[in-house]
């Protein structure tokens, strides 16, 4: 089967992923699909396999023009998908789940167990694999969970497999176990579509790759005739211009230095400092540890070990609220659900942390905490009709800056920042970036973690880049540049 | 909105209904018209239902209004629903207290309010009761006990299934039985089972496994001596049970032969004499201040 | 209709169903609207509206309490033997109140510290403290208490026409009322049921709320069941058994929200006179008790669903 994907365009909202995406997926072939976060791999992959409608462009198969309506359908024609969350029922044996969508039956129509681990113990040899069938999948492992999702997808005989960071969650020798398996799915004349962030994974693995970048196909090359430098270069690709406002600040003395410090679930130590009017960026990528590592700090997830010291002296971060008395400020990158209560107000919000401050006897005074939440509001330009509108009526942009206002009225020191302009528009981050900067001019000190190289590379002074729960290196401005951190975040020297 | 209004009506329609076919007797101006308030303590037992059923029975012979409130056991909720029942006035009011202590201030407010209050079944330990119906459950203990040593013998090994702790039936039918049992029977376990099947069962069944000779069980109640039937036939055994109150249920088992006897009250004369009384109070007519009614043993 | 109405509406909403339900009982039987009946509607709501005051902290912060009723009970017994054995009855019932603070706050310390469901706390402490209760009493209950006015008076009295456990629940209305939206306590306690990891990254100490609401409701247990042991003279060790239902459903049909987070006291002072009303007016119109029941069940059905298609 070959698939030809040519002109792909779509957009969700004002917010254009795709404007022009051609792919070729040829039979027998590991194609690998590379590019940043948000480049659009994903919403490619989705309109293959009919998740979202493309706009424009179409999709050929065996030169037939040709749309799914649903995944299921994808499925049933040979074309599946396995994404990052897998598809697995954790209450079912491995088993059941192979054969949840299509039971086999004996003659009296109840479910036939034995026919179904035959033919299951006939794929797994075949394939050269082995799986506990009949345990509960809840039990297994990542790495035999998804190999059971990769043998129902065969076992419906598919034609095109999408693999969505495979490897992410897999031990070295789960991973060389999948490895296996997609040589013989190649053998069998299955096209893979890899995606990955993995240079070394894709480069053994692979034989295209195509890079894409904001939207459009940027390259599309035969393994053996490109190089891993060729690639970065293609992926960060655009140059940061003046979006980025330009930063004043000098930073000072050191404020807080973590040393060892071991959040839960690492297995190495992590040391780092933070100066005085300083944004430190912190890069690497999805599911590297960057935000693990702010938690603990922050004493939102456990600790084994190590200091974080704050302005000399030693925080004992157990619980937010001591980082919070250290004068920490905690910007989490999930403001529905860690940032704001939506039923609340947008002034109910804002005043939420500074309740004490603004009420010292405990009795609320509505028009002590109007005014308080009016001001932030009003500095941060929260776009809406009043305060009292309740938080969820307004957009990712504006949620974002009432989960900023309520920690600026903290008045903290340091202010640590998870992915602060994911998912808002271009306006709210321009805000957002002056903002950082009109703070670490009055000597506020940001640590920013940013999947989006650009925003590390146009606000931060130093970048610390981490690649699998550690320290890969931490870059002066001068010596950051797209190719240096996506060497460290990758594994790279 | 609509669908709100469409609510509401359903509301309105399910109360107006309910209340129209609810109704145990006519509607019309209620006050001093010479109804009867009756408050039973609950009607998730055979034996209150009986006794409720004598009351209207009698009720409607005599062409009386009567107006049933339930209190579900609960003595605050009698409380409660005495005061609704003196505030849509009543000529007499008969009570079927929950609790003796707590009943004494809804006799109390009664009395406050000149209304005559008749008691049933259970006393009330303060205020002024023109009447109390009740069978002699000290009386009713002695027969049970008595009977067992008739008919197992003296000194034989006997358990007592207890009623609710602290209830007047508990205590009486208790005492009653140990007036006798003491000196003529081996009392081996004495286990509450607040006067409830299942509950009794699950006591017998301890009860037996514990002392495996139990030749007779004396239960405060006939629900409890059900439970206890079961308990002695999961255990294989031939135990000479004797229950209390005669419910329907109890008189088919000693007809089966399961039972070997209760004590029977009788429920619905209780009941019937309750309006019989409360007749003659509203005539003026003067009445005994202690009603006893007639306990008989029922075997086979 | 445009939303800031519709809102309003949905305010709005149990109150309209109350006056309903006044106008539809008073239609059917003109002795119910008589003052009198009303004082003792009053007098009857008490109980379970103090109960359900403290219920609504407690379900706004998403948890649940099923042990007031046994909570009602052993403060009961507790300040019944207290006067027995020869305490100022007026003494008795702050120690009752007291007590009331100490079990409920009991049950805090096992929600937080402890690391368990409210549901599966409070469904361990319900029976653990109906079981003290047995003991305690024997169970038996304790009569024979003291004929001191004051003490009488609690559950019993009258002052200026309305009776005293009403004066109780009204004054106990407007102090919570203040605690819940007028200080920062009442902020948090909404706060943690909108949502407890926004709280807790907000340096909220969450424990110390959740406490606070337990040991609240604790202690307003402790103070109904003060009244219930004037109002009955005794105390029983079977006193309050399924009051917990009777509080949640006045707290729903007021409009709070189980999830936590919404809703508020002045709603459930109304799904109480609600409960309330119902229980008289049944009574007032002779409906047979097995039907009370049933109509009960269907109104506070018919409530939440009325709630639900408004939202």
Redesign the interface.
């Known amino acids: 089967m070959e698939i030809v994907m040519s002109g792909i365009a779509k957009a969700f909202g004002t917010n254009q992923v795709l404007r022009d995406v051609s792919i070729t997926l040829k039979e027998g072939e590991v194609h690998a699909l590379m590019g940043e976060n948000g480049a659009g791999k994903s919403t490619l992959m989705n309109i293959l396999t009919g998740i979202h409608k493309a706009d424009a462009g179409k999709i050929t198969i065996d030169g037939v023009e040709r749309t799914f309506p649903n995944p299921r359908e994808a499925e049933l024609n040979g074309v599946a998908f396995i994404h990052q969350e897998l598809n697995i029922w954790p209450n079912l044996t491995l088993l059941e789940n192979l054969y949840l969508m299509r039971p086999k039956r004996n003659k009296f129509g109840m479910l036939d167990k034995k026919a179904m681990l035959e033919e299951a113990q006939n794929t797994c040899r075949e394939l050269g694999i082995e799986l506990p069938l009949t345990t509960e999948a809840g039990l297994c492992s990542v790495g035999h969970q998804q190999m059971t999702e990769i043998l129902r997808i065969l076992m419906l005989d598919a034609k095109v497999v999408i693999m969505d960071e495979p490897t992410a969650a897999l031990t070295e020798r789960e991973t060389a176990t999948l490895f296996k398996m997609m040589r013989k799915m190649k053998a069998r004349g299955v096209a893979i579509v890899y995606i990955s962030h993995r240079m070394e994974e894709v480069f053994s693995e692979c034989d295209t790759i195509t890079v894409m970048r904001d939207g459009h196909t940027i390259i599309t090359k035969p393994t053996a005739e490109i190089s891993v430098d060729e690639v970065v270069r293609h992926m960060v690709g655009r140059s940061i211009d003046e979006f980025y406002p330009a930063r004043t600040t000098t930073p000072g003395e050191v404020v807080m230095s973590v040393d060892n410090l071991k959040p839960e679930g690492f297995d190495n130590e992590i040391s780092f400092s933070l100066r005085k009017g300083e944004i430190l960026g912190v890069a690497g990528l999805m599911g590297a540890g960057r935000t693990e590592i702010m938690r603990a700090i ?1 004493g ?1 997830d456990k600790h084994n070990g190590g200091t974080v010291t704050v302005n000399g002296s030693v925080l004992n971060c157990k ?3 001591d ?3 250290a004068g920490i400020a ?1 910007i ?1 990158e999930n403001r529905k ?8 107000s947008i002034g ?1 919000n804002i005043t ?2 500074n ?2 401050e603004i ?1 010292p006897s ?3 005074d509505k028009g002590k905490l109007n005014s308080f939440a009016d001001e932030l509001s009003k500095k941060l330009g929260v776009k809406t009709q009043s305060i009292h509108e309740p938080a969820s009526s307004l957009s990712g942009g504006n949620q974002q800056k009432v989960v900023i206002a ?1 920690w600026v009225g903290k008045k903290p020191s340091i202010i640590i920042m998870d992915e602060p302009t994911r998912g808002i528009d271009i306006g709210a981050k321009r805000d957002i970036y002056d903002l950082m900067n009109e703070l670490t001019n009055d000597g506020v000190s940001i640590i920013m973690v940013s999947s989006e190289l650009p925003e590390v590379l146009g606000m931060s002074d130093r970048v610390m880049v981490i690649h699998e729960g550690r320290v890969a290196g931490i870059l002066d401005r001068c010596d950051a540049t797209p190719e240096s951190i996506m060497t460290l975040a990758t594994g790279g020297q | 909105m609509k669908k709100l209004l469409l609510l509401l009506a359903m509301a309105v329609m399910v109360i107006g209904l309910v209340a129209g076919c609810g109704k145990s007797a006519d509607n019309g101006g209620d006050k001093k018209s010479g109804t009867i308030g009756f408050s039973v303590s609950t009607l998730n037992n055979p034996f209150f239902v009986t006794m409720k059923e004598g009351v209207e029975a009698q009720a409607k012979a005599l062409g009386l209004k009567v107006k049933i409130v339930d209190a579900q056991n609960d003595p605050a909720k009698q409380a409660n629903d005495i005061s609704d029942l003196l505030e849509s006035g009543v000529s007499v009011l008969i009570i079927n207290p929950v609790d003796s202590a707590a009943i004494s201030t809804s006799v109390e407010a009664a009395n406050a309010k000149n209304i005559p209050v008749i008691t049933v079944d259970r006393s009330a330990d303060k205020g002024k009761v023109v009447a109390h119906i009740a069978s002699d459950n000290v009386k009713g203990g002695e027969m049970a006990a008595q009977l067992i040593v008739e008919k197992v013998g003296k000194a034989a090994k006997v358990a007592e299934i207890e009623g609710i702790p602290g209830a007047s039936a508990t205590r009486e039918r208790g005492q009653g039985f140990h007036n006798v049992a003491d000196k003529d029977l081996t009392v081996v376990a004495k286990q509450s089972a607040d006067f409830d099947r299942t509950k009794g069962l699950n006591v017998a069944t301890n009860i037996l496994q514990a002392n495996p000779d139990v030749q007779a069980i004396f239960a405060h109640n006939d629900e409890m001596a059900l439970g206890a039937i079961q308990a002695a036939k999961s255990a294989g055994k031939t135990i000479f049970i004797v229950g209390f109150d005669g419910t329907a249920d109890a008189d088919k088992a000693v007809k089966d032969g399961t039972l070997a006897a209760t004590i029977a009250q009788q429920p619905d004369q209780m009941g019937k004499i309750a309006i019989d009384t409360a007749q003659k109070v509203i005539k003026g007519e003067a009445v005994e201040a202690k009603i006893p009614v007639d306990l008989k043993v029922v075997k086979k | 209709m445009d939303s800031k109405a519709l809102q309003y509406i949905k305010k709005l909403g149990p109150l309209i169903g109350l006056i309903l339900l006044f106008i539809i009982i008073s239609v059917m039987n003109d002795s119910f609207l008589e003052f009198s009946n009303l004082r003792n509607l009053l007098r009857q709501v008490s109980i379970n509206a103090i109960i359900a005051f403290g219920m609504t902290f407690v379900i706004l912060t998403g948890g649940i309490d099923l042990s007031v009723g046994s909570i009602l009970a052993l403060s009961s017994a507790v300040m019944a033997n207290l006067i027995v054995t020869g305490t100022d009855p007026v003494l008795a019932i702050v120690l009752a109140a007291g007590a009331g603070l100490v079990l409920g706050g009991i049950n805090g310390l096992v929600i937080t510290y402890g690391r368990v469901a409210p549901f599966i706390a409070t469904l361990a402490t319900m029976t653990i403290y109906r079981g003290a209760t047995l003991v305690f009493t024997d169970g038996n209950p304790i009569s024979g208490l003291t004929q001191d006015p004051l003490f009488h008076g609690f559950g019993q009295g009258d002052i200026a026409g309305l009776p005293v456990p009403a004066i109780t629940m009204f004054l106990a209305f407007i102090a919570l009322w203040f605690v819940l ?8 306690t ?2 943690v049921g ?2 407890e ?9 969450i424990d110390r709320v959740k406490i606070f609401v337990y040991a609240l409701t604790g202690m307003l247990c402790g103070i109904a069941g003060a009244i219930i042991t004037s109002r009955l003279n005794s105390a029983q060790p079977t006193a309050g058994a399924g009051y917990e239902l009777d509080a949640i459903a006045a707290v729903v049909l007021g409009g709070t929200s189980l999830a936590g ?2 809703g508020h006291i002045v709603g459930t002072l109304i799904g109480a006179l609600i409960i309330g009303t119902l229980n008289n007016g049944l009574n007032i119109l002779d409906v047979s008790s097995f039907y009370q029941q049933v109509v009960k069940g269907i109104v506070i059905l018919l409530a939440v669903l009325a709630d639900r298609k408004k939202a």
């Open positions: 922050f939102v619980k937010p609220e980082a919070i008395k905690f989490t659900s860690e940032g704001l209560i939506l039923d609340f109910s939420l942390p309740l004490s009420c405990h009795v609320l309520k | 939206s007028r200080t920062s306590l009442g902020r948090k909404y706060a909108g949502s990891k926004v709280s807790y990254i907000a340096g909220i100490k987070g919404r």
